[in-house]
């Protein structure tokens, strides 16, 4: 569309990253606009970033169209001013104040993990949680604080199981808010399978049990705790988290962004 400032997406509904793309734009000190195609295999609705990986991959696509870069903080800021985010644009484990957009600490990363995911169906809106999401008791705040700290520990040591101890503990002060129907059924499953531990999407409908990659038992495990959720309603997958070992943490997100120049 040359001429115009006017950024068109499809599908039309990922209106936020057609908003990232225009300040993404002007950042790049360009006043056109252009057409803007979003492919994403992330489910939208069950608190996996869905959102948040649109706008990064939006930003990346933006810097490529026009012959920029963008670093992560320059993606944190555009961010800021739509909506709650997730620190996605980082490439690393971090500490991230997902309400005001700001990187608290960068953490490191972790060996790779097994996640065998269970959906307990339906949606969340994250904006809607958020805004609806009642104050933490100062009990609840300061055992979060020290689960942060431990985390932190944890991930500096590449200690898996002290991961696991933290991510079980979270997803259970997050059921108090977030309910979850199946987090006692697959609290069972993890020690029945010797997995590490379980990790919830905190503003989302996953749940997913945590398998050490490198355990000799892995598959086993694995197949052991697939079985275990098939019996419950729901979809369930395996996925597999980056690790620190040969995995490459700046793979971009599938977008395409044509921009048109005027002449």
């Not at 052991?224 to 395996?238: E, H, K, Q, S, Y």
Request: hydrophobic share 40%.
């Amino acid at each position: 569309m040359p001429g115009t400032t006017q950024v068109d997406v499809h599908p039309a509904h990922k209106w936020k990253a057609a908003r990232i793309a225009r300040s993404a734009l002007r950042a790049a000190g360009v006043l056109d606009g252009g057409h803007l195609t979003v492919h994403s295999e992330l489910p939208e609705g069950k608190g996996l970033a869905s959102s948040s990986a649109d706008l990064v991959a939006t930003a990346r696509a933006v810097a490529a169209a026009v012959g920029t870069h963008f670093r992560a903080e320059d993606i944190e800021s555009l961010m800021r001013e739509i909506e709650p985010s997730d620190g996605v644009m980082y490439d690393e484990i971090v500490s991230f104040d997902h309400r005001n957009v700001r990187m608290r600490e960068r953490l490191g990363a972790l060996p790779s993990m097994i996640i065998v995911a269970h959906d307990e169906g339906g949606q969340v809106d994250t904006v809607h949680y958020n805004e609806a999401a009642g104050a933490h008791t100062d009990e609840e705040r300061h055992e979060y604080a020290r689960l942060l700290m431990t985390l932190g520990g944890a991930v500096r040591d590449g200690d898996l199981a002290a991961v696991g101890r933290v991510a079980t503990r979270s997803a259970e002060l997050n059921a108090r808010r977030n309910p979850r129907r199946y987090l006692g059924e697959l609290l069972r499953l993890t020690k029945e399978v010797g997995a590490l531990g379980v990790v919830c999407a905190h503003s989302g409908t996953v749940l997913g049990i945590l398998i050490d990659h490198a355990d000799t038992d892995a598959a086993a495990k694995t197949e052991a705790a697939l079985a275990g959720c098939a019996a419950l309603p729901g979809r369930t997958d395996v996925h597999r988290s980056l690790g620190h070992e040969d995995d490459d943490w700046s793979r971009l997100g599938a977008l395409h962004l044509t921009h048109h120049q005027r002449m």
